[in-house]
């Protein structure tokens, strides 16, 4: 008999068994939602909009992946006779997909490809030591059929998104367990390859990113990817060898604490594994350097990477021990647009972890709950989902970046623009910059320039220009890591930062934006300063934002310094009219510091920075 294919990559063996023996006891529970008595009438029907996620989850018989995974490794037949009544019930209340009174979960896209690996499995399984009469044996190789016909039919596939990838990867597990046994089961197998070959290349960027804007949905699918490849369902060459460069971009969105970037709709996840995990869970030298926390393979070479068509700029370099992971400075830019799917109104956002600390953060995605009526104002916004902590977390003003007139970056009806990185490269001095252009509203021109000298400080410089000549109120917007403090000096804010000897101090370099007040886990007259770590939970931290009122064109110069002084040059710092010359200088404990540029048209950018006492 064929491994249960564990398909989220998970390499922890020791306590599956005593995990298995606790859920039998005292019910299966995922946090935050009560725990359900499996031994006992699950509850397949959605009860409210609050459970939505839950509900999913239970349609995909995510409760038996524990009990089957405890019969894999111990060939103890009690997993599987508390596995097969749960089998039975769901194929007797929610087999008809035209019931309207089973759950909208029930044959929905995903939850059928997640599901169909785990009742196949069952099936062969049981059916091999003799545990299925009959009558359970026909009802359960019927509800098999039933989903291959299914998965079977092109219209059912969501290919444009990760949901079609499960649905796949659940046809391949099936077909092939059962590919001798049907012509039906033969040709799903078949068909799932061709699939599946397919939708990497539709779903990932040839330079290895997934195009759903959400480095946890990377790693995801990723994870689904290498476990087929594990099985041996995978064995073509250039798949895998594109896995691999999968995983390698994955490496990238590991923070240095071992946590991964929250762009988008991803938690505050921890990668963190010990060396014999990391080894055994990942293929890349990249991926189990920044799992282990150093402890396997040698410190990357490479300190920053361009993801041209992926839509991301990252910049990663050691300031002490390069094979302690906290040591590193750490900004990436998400300059990506590829589709509505979990796709933030946060275009050129950015976040920077430095000296042990997340600085500036992503608000995370707090979950997926209460769906938005079409044709409603929020659906016409953007939003897929009508929880006002949720609405907050997709919003323009929840990430780090511009928003104009208070709205939201528009998403729906506009064509996305795939990657807005423009060019980037560093200096002799080791100070990393990195260019990006969109538009926003039609009219408005957008560029952000980021200029990062690892350890010591990061120069935000946003120019725009609305080509029709209306005039905005814009806000550059920023937002503190939960666990720092804000303060405000003048008019400018500092940062105590515990794990840095100096303060962070946060200032304009050009006379014209205003500073706001503090923000902090407001909701009303608008909810501001949240940080959603993981699923509807939800942290107040510190925002604050520059304001230029009633301008068709204008720039930001924002520094972000580690040092017990600054004092910014106004008077000498300058940006011409397009945006395409200037020169910005502060004095810092390093001395006096000058950025110029040029940003040509075409060709290579200028940039010279340099300090003097």
Request: aromatic residues 12%; proline residues 4%.
């Amino acid at each position: 008999m064929i491994a249960f294919e564990k398909l989220d990559n998970s390499v922890a063996l020791i306590g599956i068994i005593p995990k298995a023996d606790e859920m039998l006891q005292k019910g299966w529970r995922r946090r935050g939602y009560e725990t359900i008595d499996i031994q006992r009438k699950i509850p397949w029907k959605l009860k409210n909009d609050e459970l939505r996620s839950h509900n999913f989850r239970i349609q995909c018989l995510e409760m038996l992946d524990i009990l089957l995974r405890a019969y894999s490794l111990s060939d103890d037949m009690k997993y599987l006779k508390k596995s097969i009544p749960i089998a039975l019930d769901w194929v007797k209340n929610n087999s008809d997909p035209t019931d309207e009174d089973i759950s909208p979960f029930a044959w929905y896209d995903m939850a059928v490809g997640l599901r169909v690996f785990r009742l196949a499995y069952l099936f062969d399984a049981a059916d091999q030591i003799g545990l299925l009469d009959d009558g359970a044996r026909q009802i359960l190789w019927n509800s098999l059929e039933q989903h291959a016909v299914y998965l079977a039919d092109d219209a059912n596939i969501s290919f444009h998104s990760n949901h079609g990838y499960y649905q796949v990867a659940g046809q391949l597990a099936m077909g092939r367990r059962f590919a001798a046994k049907s012509p039906a089961m033969a040709q799903a197998y078949q068909q799932g390859g061709e699939r599946l070959r397919h939708m990497l290349v539709q779903q990932f960027t040839s330079d290895g990113v997934h195009r759903e804007h959400s480095p946890d949905y990377h790693r995801m699918v990723y994870d689904t990817l290498k476990a087929l490849i594990d099985s041996g369902l995978v064995e073509d060459v250039e798949t895998i060898a594109f896995a691999r460069r999968i995983e390698e971009a994955l490496a990238w969105f590991v923070f240095p604490n071992q946590h991964i970037v929250n762009f988008g709709d991803t938690e505050d996840r921890s990668m963190a594994r010990c060396a014999k995990e990391a080894e055994l869970k990942w293929v890349t030298p990249e991926m189990r350097f920044w799992a282990s926390g150093g402890v396997v393979s040698d410190p990357p070479k490479e300190t920053s990477r361009a993801f041209a068509e992926g839509g991301y700029w990252i910049a990663r370099q050691p300031c002490g021990d390069p094979r302690v992971s906290k040591n590193y400075s750490y900004l990436a830019l998400n300059a990506a647009f590829h589709s509505r799917t979990h796709k933030h109104a946060d275009d050129l956002s950015f976040v920077w972890f430095d000296r042990g600390a997340n600085i500036l953060v992503d608000a995370g995605r707090y979950g997926y709950i209460g769906k938005t009526e079409v044709g409603s104002e929020l659906w016409l916004d953007g939003h897929w989902y009508a929880d006002t902590r949720r609405i907050y977390c997709e919003s323009t003003r929840a990430h780090n970046t511009l928003e104009f007139d208070n709205l939201n970056f528009p998403r729906k009806g506009v064509k996305p623009y795939g990657s807005a990185l423009c060019r980037w490269g560093h200096d002799a001095s080791g100070m990393q910059y990195v260019e990006s252009e969109c538009r926003q509203f039609n009219s408005i021109r957008h560029m952000r320039m980021l200029y990062f000298m690892p350890n010591q400080w990061v120069l935000v410089l946003d120019w725009f220009h609305d080509n029709n000549g209306a005039s905005h109120d814009v806000k550059q917007w920023f937002h503190i890591g939960h666990e720092l403090q804000l303060l405000m000096d003048n008019n400018q804010y500092v940062v105590p930062v515990p794990t840095s000897k100096q303060f962070l101090r946060v200032a304009s370099l050009l006379c014209s934006p205003i500073p706001s007040r503090l923000y902090i886990g407001e909701e009303e007259p608008m909810r501001q300063g949240w940080w959603s770590p993981i699923e509807r939970d939800i942290l107040p931290n510190y925002a604050f934002n520059f304001e230029l009122e009633n301008v068709s064109t204008g720039t930001f110069a924002t520094l972000f310094c580690f040092s017990d002084k600054l004092q910014a040059d106004a008077v000498w710092s300058k940006v011409n009219v397009s945006g395409r010359k200037g020169q910005l200088r502060w004095t810092d404990d390093r001395g006096i510091n000058e950025v110029r540029f040029e940003r040509p048209v075409e060709g290579n950018l200028s940039i010279t920075y340099g300090v003097r006492a």
